[in-house]
């Protein structure tokens, strides 16, 4: 399989306009970024962006750039565009988060090793371990059937368990949240590319709902990696704790 990976770089961040620019104990954001990734077995790995700054900033570091339109609503979006634009035979990508500064190589690893060619669309999830990550609206939550393919994702907490306080919900029921890693088989990335939104996307605000309904199969692959994401300036803090306590 012809796996490649696209890290989108939009530049106009509504929480933190430039942030993949941003110097984290010395290095930008989106670096970090692409020098982890490039610890993974990829044919390929690119950066998707709209901004000429981060398309100079990149390539002095030695990433391979594809100017893509400032317009993309998603990162999805962008990728499809980036991929046009790459040409060549292409089976798989993996749309790789810009803003996950530490991400595990492994984890796009653990992913790609299952794109088959059946597969569709595959993504990333976690077992929740404390209550608080289950109510948390901010994350996505899944549930999934027993071909480890998701039903159905929410902000909400799911599955509601009935009958027990919430805080004894763990011991009664599976809970994954979502981690934002996706691989699109490149056929169905065009396809998805070019549907409108559904009912479910424009209640929950989350894009893979789009998918879902129009009847798309999502393969969901566990890991026990935790993510940190830098979406807000207060964040860049965390993160460079982060490097100092792991010399990274």
Not at 60 to 81: K, L, N
Not at 108 to 132: C, F, N, Q
Request: with cysteine; aromatic share 8%; proline share 4%.
């Amino acid at each position: 399989m012809n796996i490649i990976g696209i890290i989108p770089a939009r530049y106009g961040s509504t929480r933190f306009p430039g942030k993949m620019l941003t110097k984290i104990s010395g290095k930008s954001l989106i670096q970090r970024v692409w020098e982890r990734c490039s610890l993974a077995p990829l044919e390929g790995l690119y950066i998707a962006t709209d901004h000429e700054a981060i398309q100079t900033h990149a390539e002095q570091f030695g990433a391979q750039v594809i100017m893509t339109s400032i317009e993309h609503p998603s990162g999805t979006d962008r990728c499809f565009e980036a991929l046009g634009k790459i040409g060549g035979k292409v089976d798989y990508v993996i749309n790789i988060q810009g803003d996950e500064p530490f991400i595990d190589p492994m984890q796009i690893k653990a992913l790609a090793e299952i794109l088959d060619g059946k597969t569709e669309l595959a993504t990333l999830i976690k077992s929740a371990k404390k209550i608080d990550e289950v109510l948390d609206q901010a994350s996505a939550k899944v549930v999934i059937n027993k071909d480890q393919e998701a039903i159905y994702f929410s902000r909400s907490p799911i599955p509601f368990v009935r009958g027990q306080a919430v805080e004894h919900w763990l011991s009664h029921a599976d809970f994954y949240i979502h981690v934002g890693l996706y691989a699109y088989r490149a056929d169905i990335l065009k396809a998805i590319s070019h549907i409108p939104e559904g009912k479910l996307e424009l209640a929950e605000k989350l894009e893979q709902l789009r998918w879902l309904e129009s009847g798309y199969r999502i393969k969901t692959v566990l890991t026990d990696g935790a993510s940190l994401s830098v979406d807000r300036p207060e964040d860049v803090a965390k993160a460079e704790d982060f490097a100092a306590k792991w010399g990274l």
